[in-house]
């Protein structure tokens, strides 16, 4: 499931929303800015959707609502939400409109640790949120690292059917069972975002009895939070049965019917990922028609379509192209293809692989068109005759 997950699965869209009133100064703009270019709109670097709302310019009943959150706060400010799972979303925090506050939205160390560790092979990463107590964190992520170590070396992939294996481009040969665990301090500043992201999982997590608990979180595919193990909760049968439950066969490859909240984080998944088998879309022209299969016109591009990902058929001379793609080796680099000495054969019509072109007929030409007038006449004769010799033959049989 884990790398089904990886390959497949879009991470779903947080909402920053800025808060403001009046006009923005130069140095707010910039600020905001910095947030609208994670916008998924305009990049794919990190799953969010950037609104703008002035509170005096009669706002509707969702800003206001997000004003009343927000009264205690400094304006502006940026209000990030959840991702819509369960009806409406859920205000994860809101700060003032700062350069190092909108950063923090988006990326964190931690955050980059656990990208680069799926991208390299890692199954499931668990993060373990310290409860304060230095003796109990000491214990529990002790255990917690002992169990994955075994359960590591014990379990195993589970046999991939045939007709699934075009669901996956990584090669079944090369996957490996690898888990790992990092920890994570309530009081890093510094992943204070990703920290009550974390909190957001589950509706209760914040609640008295578990906020000073001890808590883990398998995360899998592109920065996926199964659920929280919390307090006693942190143990070798439960933390079994997650791993169990992320390395064995994906029962259902629907996102929404599986468990699991996406966490937000600064990574463009689909440069890592790579494509499963490409299928060239492009066609010859066809014979009598021209117009379609032409794909000389200025502007035109060809498409490749494969399951992760479209990719354009042309590319710019003498371009290099960095392609990331994760192996299950430690070290990633990434690998770089240079396009020079391109040509384009503007003249020419497309062709797929292995195929002649064929010449094109002029329809437009009054010897093409009365050629196709004498062949439909031709064609309605000989259906008329045939009528008539059936109905002959036919009378013929009955006298």
Known sequence: MFRYALENWEPDPYVATILHRGELTTEQLQTAEILRSNDSAQSNAAHLIVRTIDLDAEPDAFAAQLAEENSDGKLPAVVLQTPARFGERETVLAAELTPANVVQLTDSPLRRDISNRLLKGDSVVWVYLECGIQEKDEEKFSMLSDELTRLQGELKLPEIDQ????????????????????????????????????????????????????????????????????????????????????????????????????????????????????????????????????????????????????????????????????????????????????QTKDDQPVVGDGVTSAEVIDTQSPSTNTLLTNVIYVLLFAGFTVVAVTIFLARLSRS
């Open 163 to 342: 007709e699934d294996l075009s669901d996956l481009a990584a090669d079944p040969e090369t996957l490996r069972i690898r888990f790992s665990a990092v920890r994570l301090s309530r009081d890093n500043v510094q992943e204070s975002a990703f920290r009550d992201m974390l909190l957001h999982v589950e509706h209760d997590l914040r609640d008295e009895p578990y906020l000073d608990q001890p808590m883990a979180f398998p995360m899998f595919g592109r920065g996926r939070a199964l659920y929280a193990l919390v307090g006693d909760g942190v143990a070798p049968d439960l933390i079994r049965e997650a791993c169990e439950f992320l390395t064995g066969a994906c029962q259902c490859t629907v996102k929404a019917e599986n468990p699991g909240v996406d966490i937000l984080m600064k990574v463009d998944w689909d440069s890592f990922i790579e494509p499963t088998e490409t299928v060239d879309t492009s066609l010859p022209p066809l014979a009598g028609f021209t117009g379609f299969g032409d794909g000389s016109e200025a502007g035109t591009t060809g498409l490749q379509v494969s399951q992760n990902t479209i990719v354009p058929d042309t590319v710019i001379p003498n371009q290099t192209i960095t392609q990331n793609s994760p192996t299950s080796d430690s070290s990633a680099e990434p690998q770089q293809i240079h396009m020079d000495n391109l």
